[in-house]
């Protein structure tokens, strides 16, 4: 096993005890954020060794989590005013 893999069992081995039952959802959100990114950030970041680097697999976790319900526009209103899903926010597009 070289050392890529071992930082990859790693990060998901402290990860899998953050989130606990919130893992599977946390880590859509990793393959999402890393689609935000764009095409070949992923290849970039396992090109230097940091894919299983636990501070930038929370940063594209985060990446996608905030972008998700926050961002995104609706009714004309101010982004910055929702409030996401995990805040407390709904689904009411109103």
């Known amino acids: 096993m070289d050392r890529q893999e071992q930082q990859l069992e790693e990060a ?3 990860l899998k005890k953050e989130f606990g039952a919130d893992y599977p ?3 859509e ?7 935000i990114a764009g095409d ?3 290849k970039a970041i396992s090109d230097a060794g940091l894919m299983g680097n636990v501070g930038i697999i929370r940063a594209f976790m985060t990446l996608r989590e905030v972008t998700s319900e926050k961002m995104a526009p609706r009714g004309g209103g101010n982004p910055t005013d929702m409030t996401g899903i995990m805040q ?4 009411d597009y109103k």
């Open 29 to 35: 959100y990793l393959r999402r954020g890393l689609n």
């Open 88 to 91: 407390g926010g709904t689904f």
């Open 40 to 42: 070949g950030t992923a």
């Open 12 to 14: 998901d081995r402290v």
């Open 25 to 27: 959802k946390k880590t």
